[in-house]
């Protein structure tokens, strides 16, 4: 790939999703775009990109979305953003509510990937948060721009990779295995719906309203500094006032928004909206 097409295609790619390939991920970007190439039989990038310039669009991102973005996730991933969560922030948000009422806390795991990330969080409130609130009705959104990890989250069903941080206690409660395989039992299937979201549209973004938290860990890694802003910004609006934004071990809102207060807790920090 000449980097006269890779710019053209990194175009085409950042402008439909605001995902950004830096000059030294051109090698990156052309093994992943190869399996499209061969799947519509194209033989090289001038003619993908002339077949997506003239009406191959609409078919064709969702194939090369899923075919770009990286999917490497498993459970119990951030241990200390999991007990702040358990320990602090849910609890914290629920007593701001107390006054007796059924009351919905909303959760948004957002880039969740294949699903371990939101299954985490609902086997933790499942097995230590529901029976001591039980007003509180739980709801927790998972979404992703890749539409083959989406239906992979539905599923269910893991490898040793994903369970590996698992502590045996809930790999007993809440999987069942078969062969190499774990299967998430139905209690936590059901406390998490999925569904394929770009966070670069800011039309779609719209309808993800009313958030408690929102968490987007190892997401803004992948976008500029503007995509970075927007992308903030949409989440900003999607908390309700009171809410937190937690992102990954490393990543931070620092150079991005002033727009969140941050909050510390033991070994991890949330952005809080006021």
């Not at 009422?101 to 985490?120: D, F, H, R, V």
């Not at 992979?152 to 069942?176: H, M």
Request: charged fraction near 20%.
């Amino acid at each position: 790939m000449t980097d006269d097409y890779f710019s053209k295609l990194r175009k085409f790619i950042y402008e439909h999703t605001g995902i950004f390939f830096a000059d030294s991920k051109k090698y990156l970007l052309e093994s992943r775009i190869s399996r499209r190439l061969a799947a519509l039989h194209i033989p090289d990038v001038a003619e993908y990109l002339s077949y997506l310039s003239n009406g191959g669009v609409s078919n064709e991102l969702t194939h090369l979305v899923n075919s770009i973005t990286i999917n490497e996730t498993f459970f119990f991933r951030n241990e200390p953003q999991l007990k702040a969560l358990e320990t602090s922030i849910i609890p914290a948000i629920i007593n701001k509510r107390a006054d007796g009422t059924q009351i919905k806390l909303k959760i948004w795991s957002a880039a969740c990937s294949t699903g371990e990330e939101p299954y985490t969080i609902a086997m933790i409130i499942h097995d230590k948060l529901m029976q001591r609130h039980p007003s509180v009705n739980f709801e927790i959104v998972g979404t992703d721009i890749n539409t083959a990890v989406i239906e992979a989250a539905r599923r269910g069903i893991y490898r040793d990779y994903s369970v590996k941080n698992v502590p045996i206690y809930y790999q007993q409660k809440y999987f069942s295995k078969d062969g190499e395989r774990y299967i998430l039992s139905d209690d936590i299937l059901e406390m998490v719906q999925f569904k394929s979201l770009n966070l670069f549209d800011r039309q779609a973004m719209k309808g993800m309203t009313g958030f408690d938290i929102i968490i987007a860990a190892n997401v803004l890694i992948y976008f500029d500094i503007n995509s970075k802003q927007t992308v903030v910004t949409s989440f900003y609006d999607s908390l309700n006032s009171g809410g937190f934004l937690l992102l990954g071990f490393s990543e931070t809102l620092y150079g991005i928004s002033q727009a969140f207060k941050p909050v510390h807790f033991d070994k991890t920090i949330a952005y809080g909206k006021e």
